[in-house]
């Protein structure tokens, strides 16, 4: 079993940046895909970002894609989101997720495949 806490998210004005992340513990880290998910006031929760355990694939929401990045550092069990360029539809509790996978390129992007959830940080971009 694998615990998730996020941290990172506050307050940033429209084209700011801001890097989350998601420190893991209580298994090994490199076992798991991680995942981060966002959910905005009044909205379904929706995928974000993936990386596979290996770091070796990644994936990413359209809308994100050349704005936020997705890495690891295994040495700290810590997976990070960068997010550059931030824009108001960004604002949303970000959460991130795993799911322990055998395959070292395997990503996911429903929230109903994880099997772990930290409880969020909150991102808000004032425009």
């Known amino acids: 079993q694998v615990q998730l806490v996020e941290s990172g998210g506050g307050l940033v004005q429209t084209g700011g940046s801001l890097r989350l992340s998601c420190a893991a513990s209580?298994?090994?880290?490199?076992?798991?895909?991680i995942q981060w998910f966002r959910q905005a006031a009044g909205k379904e929760r929706e995928f974000v970002a993936a990386i596979s355990r290996s770091g070796g694939r990644t994936g990413y929401l359209d809308s994100v894609k050349g704005r936020f990045t997705i890495s690891g550092d295994s040495a700290k069990n810590t997976v990070y989101l960068q997010m550059n360029n931030l824009k108001a539809d960004d604002t949303a509790v970000y959460y991130c997720?795993?799911?322990?996978?055998?395959?070292?390129?395997?990503?996911?992007?429903?929230?109903?495949?994880?099997?772990?959830w930290g409880k969020g940080t909150l991102v808000t971009v004032s425009s």
């Open positions: 209580g298994d090994t880290f490199n076992r798991y895909s």
């Open positions: 997720a795993a799911r322990k996978t055998v395959s070292t390129l395997t990503i996911f992007n429903t929230p109903g495949a994880m099997e772990y």
